[in-house]
């Protein structure tokens, strides 16, 4: 028997609680604690007048609530007299008498969220052979830290807005306890695969004077006195690891000036972007394969218990091996399917394949497609010509069930006189980008990377309805508050 006096801090309000967590004073160790029945903290002056009266009678009276302590201990209590433990737990019953009584009213007036300190006594539980824990926490007092929260203002059937306005408190809810845990886990299984499999870890910088996907998407700011932006990909320093580390990889914040409302579009989000050496394009697309493989198998796997208790109807999608098709056997896909673009017209080569389409492409085949060879005209500066496919690049976009695109790569140029051609189509002053010009000039080889937008991967995993519900604090068109709001 473990005869520890403990105290819990909660945050909740229910009558009865099925399940908490119990800190105790003297034990390292958490015990998750069943059924507790809370009762109201009472002072001496409201304690019962019966027990008042045997106090007042013992010569010791300090002694004696000792003794009453000691009751929780039955090698203690087997030590004592007959005579004494009678007496011992009749005085044990005056003085709960009161609390009892008031158990009812102070059940009543807890609300949700309302901190409560609780003291007690943890004991072994005569039970645990069928609930399968160890001890039981029976609580002797408790008192309210504060004040009563007043009405808890979201809850799980709140709509999205109200969530999003009340961020900071959703996060008490099962859901978006679900989420910070999936959301950790999901960051450890990527870089267990990069340790893994010897990648390095840089942290590139977020202020910029350069460009990656085009000067449109770029939101500029001051930076003492002279222009300067956020980044929208770390692929350009990463590829300056490269020669040195082989494999590189980095997990940073990317941001993109992109009003697009939609359900899977955000304006600050992690970017999840590796670069390796010596590889040629299908290599690429095997390493990109074999981490999303990978984590997701392994996700399932790990976090299915924790899924079931707040989703119990989810059901884990079998990742199967993926399915690859170049970009123009992707548009001739869509038209063999009748499948209209936005202008309600058949899809040409030289049509881009929205959001919309991309879902329809991978839940028609049933399985994640790697979508290569895109237009040179459709793709940055910097990406490989492929000689296999005239006109296209050595490029790839990963289309996952549920979300679409959640991966863009492609192997980059070795040839200064492309770069420079692709500077000019898409009017990139050549200066500011004298660093990674000289990579092709030290040492350059067949290397290539991609960057997996990581809330993606995970509104996938979890089948979430919007990319906001996979975000701690979404950052979108029209949504950045100062004001003290998420």
């Not at 296999?388 to 192997?411: K, W």
């Not at 068109?477 to 100062?482: E, I, T």
């Amino acid at each position: 028997m473990q005869k520890t006096t403990t105290f819990i801090t909660l945050y909740a309000g229910y009558k009865l609680l099925k399940c908490v967590y119990v800190r105790s004073n003297t034990d390292k160790m958490e015990e998750k604690l069943t059924d507790l029945k809370i009762s109201e903290e009472k002072s001496a002056e409201d304690q019962n007048e019966d027990f008042q009266k045997e106090l007042d009678k013992s010569e010791n009276p300090e002694a004696l609530l000792e003794s009453l302590k000691l009751l929780s201990d039955p090698e203690a209590t087997k030590k004592m007299g007959k005579k004494e433990l009678r007496y011992l737990q009749k005085l044990e019953k005056l003085r709960t008498k009161k609390k009892i009584s008031a158990t009812n009213e102070a059940e009543k007036n807890f609300t949700f969220s309302t901190s409560l300190e609780i003291f007690g006594t943890v004991r072994e539980n005569i039970n645990k052979e069928k609930d399968g824990f160890q001890v039981e926490f029976h609580i002797e007092s408790l008192r309210v830290c504060g004040d009563m929260a007043p009405s808890f203002p979201v809850a799980q059937s709140s709509d999205a807005f109200t969530k999003l306005e009340n961020g900071h408190l959703y996060l008490r809810l099962p859901e978006r306890r679900l989420y910070l845990k999936a959301r950790s886990h999901l960051m450890r299984l990527i870089r267990d695969f990069y340790y893994t499999n010897e990648y390095t870890e840089v942290a590139p910088p977020t202020l910029v004077q350069s460009q990656v996907e085009g000067g449109s998407t770029l939101f500029t700011l001051d930076y003492y006195g002279s222009p300067a932006y956020l980044t929208q990909s770390s692929q350009l320093y990463l590829e300056t690891a490269v020669p040195v580390a082989m494999k590189a990889f980095c997990s940073v914040q990317s941001y993109r000036a992109e009003k697009s409302n939609t359900r899977r579009h955000l304006s600050e989000y992690v970017h999840v972007e590796a670069e390796l050496a010596d590889v040629e394009f299908k290599d690429l697309l095997d390493s990109i394969e074999g981490l999303v493989t990978y984590v997701a198998s392994k996700f399932y796997k790990d976090m299915a218990h924790d899924i079931k208790e707040v989703y119990p109807d989810f059901k884990a999608p079998e990742i199967s091996k993926f399915i690859r098709m170049t970009y123009k056997e992707g548009i001739e896909f869509l038209r063999e399917q009748k499948y209209l673009n936005e202008d309600k017209k058949m899809f040409e080569v030289g049509d881009d394949i929205p959001d919309a389409a991309e879902r329809f492409m991978v839940d028609s085949k049933g399985a994640p497609i790697l979508l290569t060879n895109f237009l040179i005209e459709h793709k940055p500066f910097y990406m490989k010509r492929s000689k296999e496919h005239a006109g296209t690049t050595e490029s790839c976009d990963l289309l996952f069930p549920g979300v679409g695109e959640i991966v863009g790569g492609s192997m980059r140029t070795e040839s200064s006189e492309n770069l420079v051609e692709g500077f000019v189509r898409e009017n990139i002053p050549q200066d500011p980008y004298y660093w990674y010009i000289d990579m092709l000039k030290y040492g350059p080889s067949s290397h290539g990377g991609y960057g997996l937008g990581f809330e993606r991967l995970l509104m996938a995993l979890m089948k979430y309805d919007s990319i906001n519900m996979a975000t701690l604090y979404p950052r979108f068109v029209n949504r950045c508050f100062d004001d003290g709001r998420n």
